[in-house]
């Protein structure tokens, strides 16, 4: 008894360590990546997406294009996912791939293999074309001496087949065993198909809906846009495979309300806090005090968001409608954009105090004795405004349509309306590939134009700072796709110049426009990199590495400016410094981690990633991490210290406090802010959708996502496995048979004695 009491025990305590797991998912490995998505417009949609119950095929590792032939002629196990190298995902492979149909091909795969690749840009080769001034003077994409991106194959703006995009770590596991067994199975075969992996994908899409309010609406069983996006890790520098966008839909309004707060009485409360998003390194929320009479935005970046405050305050008085039946009234009430450590009360918000991933932290409220009530809303409130060119400059659009209308900036930036009037002149600096080869564009030969030019190359040509540089002029419409587009087609005669150099970048807005491709190597100085060095001072990096570049360009368009400002030549020997050059590619390329991004913060703040910011910018509510480093950043490093100022008296904008290089805190005067890039037409009653006056581009985003790979025999393998089995069946049917009837033969009769005792 006591050995089964041991043995009892010993099962129940392993018992208690043991970790249970379905065979259902022993049977999938779960792969990391990035996926293609779907974008629409007022007219069309493009991109891709899974079916509705997702898509299911048999992986093909490509090694050389030879090995699509396999797939293209009657494959023996559709459908097929084939796992294409970059070097061969080119335009012309997939469409090969989509004419097989989808009874052949269901899912399309990237793997992160760039050894043999030498371009690679889904970009059109004319960028914004349908929204630019004039579309064949301004750019000719069947004549690639004249495009703006000649590598580009369009492919981000076809609507295709469904494809996933696996670009993680290299050494990844899965993607380790699967391409090893694959390899095997080529090396073996084709005689007999037998186990072949299998590749599931499977998506829910919340779509944006055209509605008369343009609003995002419920979950689609089809479709919405794709482009790639940019970022590796969990997307390309954790690449999320992705082009830039921006924010593309309104708030939802009306019964969201009630199934938010449908058992919740929120004006019985004194505190409402509202989490609008949180990561490992950024966090926004917003606090609703009533009795106070109160409403506050926080970000841990320090961006506000005036499109989340105007949503609170319908969402109060759409509350109050809906469970009083009375108008709120929102007279005396504070609404206003705060930042990381001001004060509510006696309250010190900060990352720590306010939010811990998801959970928020309620014991200060109890022990003062506050009614609190936290939602966990449905409400998509925007953390940054971000303005983004891409996509038919989106921002720049915006921009313009707010000035003409005397709403830039708003009236809680505590600034002077701004009005075309006030413009003198805009230099737009466009993409710089290769410094030698710089041009600057108009679209005449204005006066404006040529003092310009002739300033730049006095100080480009200058002995006295060796840039070396010659800096050429084309007047003409002929003019890159940057945001000065937008200030041409509202008006020709904008003073508008625009520095770009010819195209080089094979990788336009790619997920492969990184580090590597700029040829960037991070010299990490630790050097103070907000003092402006000699121009002699060049110990630190070699003349042709990306800094001296950054340098150079920087330092001349700088003196040109001043000499247009001041009316006087600039004489002094200072120049931009390459090691912030150094420091701002490291945090933006490398790691969030950085010294510039710690000195743009709040002292105390926690740390970045060690990986590049998110550089994507989706819907609303979306993660928007570089906009709010480069807010950030600008604002550290164009304002003015002042020393006189406590920090507890530099809360509220144009102050700003900052860690600064030393990491000590100081308080700067600043005139950062943040605009929204919501598109025009997403706020105009009745836009005629296929004007293209704006931008009217909307992402879908998925609810789910996942890609698993499992293993499954063949149809040759399961016919054999049947056909055994079958024959099995049978024969062991006929020899029971044969035993029973041959009983009496193969076993004697008992004796009567036993016969007796079984009786």
């Known amino acids: 008894m006591r050995l089964l009491h041991i043995w009892l025990l010993m099962l129940l305590h392993g018992a208690a360590f043991a970790q249970g797991e379905r065979t259902r998912d022993k049977m999938y490995q779960p792969i990391v990546g990035a996926g293609c998505f779907r974008r629409l417009n007022g007219t069309h949609q493009t991109g891709c997406s899974s079916t509705h119950a997702g898509s299911v095929g048999v992986l093909h590792l490509i090694n050389v294009e030879a090995d699509l032939e396999f797939l293209l002629a009657s494959p023996p196990s559709p459908p097929y996912a084939p796992m294409i190298p970059p070097h061969l995902f080119t335009r012309r492979n997939l469409l090969r791939l989509i004419e097989a149909g989808p009874s052949n091909i269901s899912v399309v795969l990237l793997i992160n293999k760039p050894e043999k690749m030498k371009q690679f840009s889904h970009e059109l080769n004319c960028p914004n074309q349908y929204s630019s001034l004039n579309n064949s003077e301004t750019c000719d994409a069947s004549n690639p001496a004249t495009s703006w991106n000649p590598w580009g194959t369009g492919e981000a703006l076809d609507e295709t087949i469904f494809y996933y995009d696996s670009l993680g770590d290299p050494s990844d596991i899965a993607l380790d065993v699967l391409q090893n067994y694959i390899i095997a199975e080529s090396l073996d075969k084709r005689k007999v198909q037998y186990d072949m992996s299998g590749f599931r994908i499977e998506n829910v899409l919340n779509g944006p809906q055209q509605t008369n309010e343009s609003d995002c609406g419920p979950p689609l069983s089809s479709m919405t846009t794709g482009m790639p996006r940019a970022r590796k890790v969990l997307n390309t520098n954790r690449s999320r495979f992705r082009t830039p966008s921006a924010e593309m839909s309104r708030f939802p309004r009306g019964s969201p309300l009630k199934r938010w707060t449908s058992k919740i009485d929120v004006f019985s409360k004194d505190i409402i806090l509202v989490p609008v998003h949180c990561n490992l390194n950024h966090w926004c929320m917003a606090i609703i005090h009533l009795k106070n009479k109160t409403i506050f935005y926080y970000d841990s970046l320090g961006d506000p968001s005036d499109i989340a405050l105007d949503v609170l305050q319908n969402y109060i008085i759409a509350e109050s409608l809906d469970k009083r039946k009375v108008q709120y009234d929102m007279s005396g009430f504070r609404i206003e954009n705060r930042f990381k450590g001001d004060p509510l009360g006696n309250l010190d918000i900060s990352a720590e105090g306010v939010l811990k991933r998801d959970r928020l932290v309620f014991s200060t409220f109890r022990a003062l004795g506050i009614p609190v009530v936290m939602l966990l809303s449905g409400l998509r409130l925007q953390c940054t405004g971000t303005r983004m060119m891409s996509y038919d400059y989106i921002g720049s659009q915006r921009f313009v349509y707010d000035v003409e209308r005397f709403a830039f900036p708003k009236s809680s930036a505590r600034r002077n309306l701004i009005t075309f009037d006030n413009i003198e002149f805009m230099l737009d600096i466009g993409t710089l590939d290769d410094i030698a080869n710089i041009k600057l564009h108009a679209l005449s030969g204005t006066p404006l134009a040529q003092k310009l030019l002739q300033q730049l190359n006095n100080y480009a040509q200058s002995p006295r700072y060796g840039f070396n540089l010659n800096i050429q002029s084309e007047m003409s419409y002929h003019i890159p796709p940057t945001s000065a587009q937008s200030f041409l087609r509202r008006d020709p005669k904008f003073p508008a110049l625009i520095l770009n150099a010819k195209p080089a970048n ?254």
Request: charge should be negative; glycine fraction near 6%; include cysteine.
């Open 506 to 759: 094979k990788y336009y807005h790619s997920i492969y426009d990184d580090a590597d491709n700029v040829a960037f190597n991070y010299g990490n100085t630790s050097q103070d990199f907000t003092l402006l060095p000699d121009v002699g001072d060049t110990k630190n990096f070699k003349a042709d590495s990306l800094q001296m570049k950054v340098r150079n360009v920087s330092s001349i368009v700088a003196m040109a400016l001043y000499e247009t400002l001041t009316g006087k030549e600039y004489t002094g020997s200072k120049v931009a410094n390459p090691v912030l050059a150094d420091e701002f590619f490291y945090c933006f390329l490398l790691s969030a981690d950085c010294p510039l991004f710690k000195a743009a913060s709040y002292p105390g703040s926690p740390k970045g990633l060690p990986m590049p910011p998110m550089r994507y910018v989706s819907v609303l509510g979306g993660p928007q991490e570089s906009s709010g480093w480069t807010y950030r950043v600008l604002g550290y490093l164009l304002s003015q210290k002042q020393p006189k100022i406590p920090k507890d008296n530099c809360t509220i904008l144009p102050l700003h406090y900052f860690a600064g290089f030393n990491g000590v805190g100081e308080c700067r005067l600043t005139t950062q802010n943040y605009s929204s890039a919501l598109s025009p037409a997403f706020l105009i009653d009745d836009y005629d959708w296929r004007s293209g006056n704006y931008s009217t581009w909307t992402e879908s985003t998925w609810s789910l996502f996942s890609a698993r790979i499992f293993l499954r025999p063949s149809n040759v393998h399961q016919v054999t496995t049947l056909s055994v089995g079958i024959v099995v069946l049978i024969v062991s049917f006929c020899v029971v048979y044969i035993i029973s009837s041959r009983s009496e033969v193969l076993f004697e009769d008992l004796p009567a004695s036993n016969a007796a005792l079984f009786g």
